[in-house]
């Protein structure tokens, strides 16, 4: 006797098996971990954060350097307020306003970007304040030196020289000491200084013609731009994934 055996069109172990489209969905934060830095984008809400903080953080330390240096200074006033575009900048003054840019920046990054490690911008901002100090107060360094010298006080091509050769020293000694800060067992890549860094060094660039009181940089008041230059360093420094 023969038995033929039909096989049902629904499958006994379909409960069993995962559809493709039943697969559990990735989060938007697990996704985006395994972009690139570089193809992670911060919403606007998040961009304004990073620039309200790190303005509030230029600003702030320019009005209180303001304050020590003009003392009939009113944040009060707004006439008064655009005094802090008029500020004699020396190497405290550079280090106390970069270091408000860029933490500041690190900070807003932090609070309005949680889906990213929070490590990485506080790395960056290492690197950035870094880049923004070191380099400046080698060539500070080397200008003071030229200073004393009777031959060289006044040697407008001898002090540019000096202040190129200081950056060209100062750069890859503050991402070494960044680098060595950051991952101190030398257990990641090192950040290397990028094309987007060398533009941002034009503040060491800038600073150090300020403190060289080279005569064509005192008339075009070249200071004014310095903390435009270290409120980008901040903004960067937040925005890093």
Not at 142 to 169: C, F, H, R, T
Not at 185 to 213: Q, T
């Amino acid at each position: 006797m023969s038995i033929n055996t039909t096989l049902s069109n629904n499958n006994t172990f379909a409960p069993f098996q995962m559809s493709d489209r039943r697969k559990s969905p990735i989060s938007n934060i697990d996704a985006q971990k395994k972009l690139l830095p570089s193809q992670i984008k911060s919403s606007p809400q998040s961009k304004l954060t990073v620039l309200g903080t790190t303005l509030a953080g230029t600003l702030l330390p320019m009005a209180m350097i303001a304050k020590r240096q003009k003392k009939d200074f009113n944040l009060k006033s707004w006439k008064n307020f655009s005094e802090i575009f008029k500020l004699k900048y020396g190497i405290p003054e550079m280090v106390i306003v970069s270091g408000g840019s860029i933490a500041s920046g690190v900070a807003g990054g932090i609070i309005s970007d949680k889906n990213h490690n929070k490590t990485h911008k506080i790395k960056e901002g290492v690197f950035q304040f870094m880049n923004a100090t070191l380099p400046t107060l080698i060539v500070g360094g080397v200008v003071n030196l030229m200073e004393k010298s009777k031959k060289l006080k006044d040697n407008i091509p001898a002090k540019v020289g000096g202040i190129v050769g200081g950056l060209a020293i100062g750069m890859p000694i503050a991402a070494a000491v960044a680098n060595r800060i950051n991952d101190p067992n030398d257990e990641e890549p090192d950040r290397k200084i990028g094309f987007k860094d060398m533009i941002v060094s034009l503040d060491d660039a800038l600073g150090a013609l300020v403190l060289a009181k080279i005569p064509i940089v005192d008339k075009l008041h070249a200071e004014k731009f310095l903390p435009a230059i270290f409120a980008w360093c901040g903004y960067r420094a937040g925005e890093h994934k």
